[in-house]
């Protein structure tokens, strides 16, 4: 018995999941979105924009530590990537920490160059 046949989520070329991947989000259908995503970033992972959605994705389903992970390889490749430090910031407030929420938050406001909030 084969039992490594590809399901629904990741079957098609790297393309046509993240188009899939892209769908379920658009569809706010985050879970399925993730389960797409977690494969292609696991086959790519130095792609950023595949790992962004899955943060989003773990974000909007509240798997919030998954999100605060994907995100904090997304600053340590790319320090200067200010949607990635502002989406860590909103999923460590949503932790309940604060402190290390503010900080990211005015790094990605002054990379956005919104100097009035920092």
Do not use: C
């Not at 910031?89 to 100097?115: M, P, V």
């Amino acid at each position: 018995m084969n039992t490594t046949r590809p399901t629904y989520y990741d079957h098609g070329t790297p393309a046509e999941r993240w188009e899939r991947a892209r769908m379920f989000f658009a569809a706010k259908d985050y879970a399925a979105a993730a389960r797409v995503l977690d494969r292609l970033v696991e086959e790519a992972p130095e792609q950023t924009g595949p790992r962004l959605l899955l943060a989003r994705s773990y974000y909007h389903s509240a798997q919030l530590r998954r999100a605060e992970a994907e995100l904090r390889v997304v600053v340590e490749r790319d320090p200067v990537e200010h949607y990635a430090r502002l989406m860590l910031g909103r999923t460590l407030e949503r932790q309940g920490r604060q402190d290390e929420a503010d900080s990211q938050l005015r790094i990605a406001a002054a990379l956005a160059g919104d100097f009035a909030e920092v």
